[in-house]
């Protein structure tokens, strides 16, 4: 019974993010607000990647399931469990909170209200709301194995700098920030915001391994009890 809802989980999950992702891919060439596309198309928001991440782990999950025996425990489960607790749960959860707490400060400096008309509500909160439950739902249906931290941080580090040397490279091909608060900070206070960024992303990794030790140590003694 385990095994059966946690594959529908995962292929739900895997179609939902497929589903959105083409929907925003074919928004793409369409008369929408000045500067949303330009440049890069949606890959340049750190959104937009991590629901193609969201999809690739949800893919690769789904695929395991099907593993029998030893399969199950391939390379394919260790990459897939290193994809959940390196980036897709501490990514994902980070995109909601920040995206959130700007949109309440002020959203025109995140999610400008002009974009409404092309994107509806219902997509708004695919993207930046149901991602959140959905990773907590995974870290219930199965355990993940964490690497070390140090190689953890190390993986964070690189992808973030790859992230920022992008951004900055669209500014500078045409002058416009992917995100409209960019624009309000100093060079000092740019490098300021990342590293702020990398802590937060930080310690939703370590909450990522607080909770998959907390929840399967729980059901490991439950499991002893009976």
């Not at 074919?26 to 928001?45: N, Q, R, S």
Request: aromatic residues 18%; charged residues 10%; positive net charge.
């Amino acid at each position: 019974m385990a095994s059966t809802w946690k594959r529908v989980y995962h292929i739900t999950a895997f179609s939902w993010y497929a589903f959105i992702v083409m929907n925003l891919i074919t928004k793409d060439g369409e008369d929408l607000p000045a500067g949303i596309f330009v440049y890069g198309g949606p890959w340049k928001y750190l959104t937009f990647l991590n629901l193609l991440l969201q999809m690739v782990f949800f893919g690769l999950a789904a695929v395991n399931d099907f593993q029998l025996g030893k399969r199950a425990e391939s390379s394919l489960s260790r990459g897939k469990d290193f994809l959940f607790s390196v980036f897709a749960f501490p990514v994902g959860m980070f995109v909601v909170l920040l995206f959130w707490t700007i949109f309440a400060y002020d959203r025109e400096l995140v999610y400008p209200a002009s974009i409404d008309t092309f994107f509806p509500p219902w997509i708004n909160h695919a993207m930046h709301t149901l991602v959140l439950p959905v990773c907590l739902g995974e870290v219930l249906v199965q355990p993940h194995t964490y690497p070390q931290t140090k190689h953890a941080l190390a993986a964070l580090g690189v992808v973030g700098l790859s992230y920022l040397a992008w951004i900055v490279w669209v500014y500078l091909s045409v002058g416009i920030w992917v995100y409209p608060l960019l624009g309000r900070f100093t060079t000092a206070g740019l490098t300021g915001f990342f590293f702020f960024n990398m802590s937060v992303v930080t310690l939703l990794f370590l909450l990522g391994d607080k909770l998959n030790s907390h929840v399967w140590s729980k059901n490991k003694n439950k499991m002893k009890a009976k």
